[in-house]
T-cell receptor, first 112, second 112 residues
Framework: GNSVTQMEGPVTLSEEAFLTINCTYT??????LFWYVQYPGEGLQLLLK?????DKGSNKGFEATYRKETTSFHLEKGSVQVSDSAVYFC???????????FGQGTRLTINP | KAGVTQTPRYLIKTRGQQVTLSCSPI?????VSWYQQTPGQGLQFLFE???????NKGNFPGRFSGRQFSNSRSEMNVSTLELGDSALYLC???????????FGSGTRLTVV
């Protein structure tokens, strides 16, 4: 089946630290990959996406590269801020499936 | 442009009752999908509608149902509520499954 596995949280970092949240997937076809972020009390916001191998998605200083050979889509940011504290979800979507398959989420806390 | 609007934001219901949640998608988006978010199970897909037709359904009991109207607005209904139905219900709209989904802020349902 199709699934997404994220590194377990919670993750706690100091401001300006380097962030990596690992994400690997299993899919029967060639998925599109997404990172969503959820702030307290809110829904999910699309952070970035990649639709084919070697694509790099980027937004707000966050980046992730679609690696087909390692079936990975790790999220990185060079210097995190307190405002980046949230829960991050990796997800995949297959053409024709009309749905997202989510990882379990990683809670990130940034301390000043 | 306006985002995805879900109403109500909060609901408290008693076991055995039924509930209807509403979702208005982004203008022009014809696909609407629903997800249940709980601490234990994470984000789980409920169903997806496109042009008033259900195209995909998740692994939920028949107590969970939905529909979509000609203006793309969607409702989901849960009958005979159980305590375990307490969750954040998220609606998402899309112009295409590989383009990403835009989520609403969710409806927080508490069953007592």
């Amino acid at each position: 089946g199709n699934s997404v596995t994220q590194m377990e949280g919670p993750v706690t970092l100091s401001e300006e630290a380097f962030l990596t949240i690992n994400c690997t997937y299993t899919a029967t076809g060639y998925p599109s990959l997404f990172w969503y972020v959820q702030y307290p009390g809110e829904g999910l916001q699309l952070l970035l996406k990649a639709t084919k191998a070697d694509d790099k998605g980027s937004n707000k200083g966050f980046e992730a590269t679609y690696r087909k050979e390692t079936t990975s889509f790790h999220l990185e940011k060079g210097s995190v801020q307190v405002s980046d504290s949230a829960v991050y979800f990796c997800a995949l979507s297959l053409q024709g499936a009309q749905k997202l398959v989510f990882g379990q989420g990683t809670r990130l806390t940034i301390n000043p | 442009k306006a985002g995805v609007t879900q109403t109500p934001r909060y609901l408290i219901k008693t076991r055995g009752q039924q509930v209807t949640l509403s979702c208005s998608p982004i203008s022009g988006h014809r696909s609407v999908s629903w997800y249940q978010q709980t601490p234990g199970q994470g984000l789980q897909f409920l169903f997806e509608y496109f042009s008033e037709t259900q195209r995909n359904k998740g692994n939920f009991p028949g107590r969970f149902s939905g529909r979509q109207f000609s203006n793309s607005r969607s409702e989901m209904n849960v009958s005979t509520l159980e305590l375990g139905d307490s969750a954040l219900y998220l609606c998402a709209s899309s112009s295409g499954s590989l383009d990403g989904y835009t989520f609403g802020s969710g409806t927080r349902l508490t069953v007592v």
